[in-house]
């Protein structure tokens, strides 16, 4: 029986979603408690995409499956019992055989969270501590460079290898937190992501909120391809994986 399910996790204190050998991952600890659930026998659950260590996530997908059935809402509450408290099943469905939690996925929508106004150390796990001003128009208009079909080598990390860097971005905005100002967060919708790309964009829009680059120089670096051409890697902590879409 194969089950897809959606969750939530706080990644600041794991070494990223996927499971890796003596260290502490989101997929090792809801596959630690699958193994208890279906009787020792392990289980693997394959997700939508892998997160980096400190990144977060509201809507993760994955796909898992057991021998035996179980009912859904019993094996969300089962799951959520042996979890940590800093990651939490949201809801559990069977679907055909055929699905496939990574393969099947139409677009993902990530964000990023910065904090342009006084250091906060209470939301420095969750929000990038800038602590200055950037210029928020000019930042607008670098991001509508990036939407479309492009080659993203300039926007990868460096020793990535891939049979191709060519992604399409559905769609961007910027945004400002109506109770802060000071909070903005960028949203980037596309059809794929490589590793590190989301927050290589994002430190490329700082640097040009901070008057080293102009919003037009993201066409060249664009088609330039070159990773050194761009800018820096933003911080792991401001990152989310909001949803993914089928």
């Known amino acids: 029986m194969r089950y897809f399910m959606t969750f939530s996790y706080d990644g600041s204190k794991y070494n990223g979603y996927q499971k890796q050998p003596r260290l502490r991952t989101i997929q090792g600890e809801i596959e630690k408690a699958l193994k208890q659930i279906n009787a020792g026998k392990s289980v693997s659950i394959v997700a939508s995409g892998r997160t980096d260590a400190g ?19 019993k094996l969300k509450q089962g799951i959520n019992s042996l979890i940590p408290e800093d990651i939490y099943v949201k809801s ?42 950037l210029d928020i128009p000019e930042m607008e208009r670098a991001l509508k460079y990036f939407e479309g079909t492009h080659n993203f080598k300039s926007f990868v990390k460096v020793d990535e290898e891939k049979e191709s860097y060519e992604r399409t971005i559905i769609q961007t905005s910027l945004s400002r937190n109506v109770q802060n100002v000071n909070h903005i967060t960028i949203s980037i919708l596309g059809t794929g992501f490589m590793r590190y790309m989301v927050r290589n964009i994002v430190g490329m829009l700082i640097e040009i909120g901070e008057g080293k680059y102009r919003s037009e120089d993201v066409i060249k670096i664009l088609e330039d391809q070159d990773r050194t051409k761009a800018g820096i890697c933003a911080p792991a902590c401001g990152l989310y994986l909001k949803d993914v879409y089928y």
Do not use: S, W
């Open 55 to 73: 990144v977060h996530a509201y809507n993760q997908r994955a796909h898992f499956d057991l021998d035996n059935e179980i009912l859904c809402g």
């Open 92 to 133: 559990i469905y069977e679907v055909d055989d055929n699905f496939h939690a990574r393969y099947n996925v139409k677009a993902k929508e990530y964000i990023y969270k910065i904090n342009m106004g006084t250091y906060n150390p209470i939301e420095k796990d969750y929000v990038y501590q800038y602590n200055k001003k």
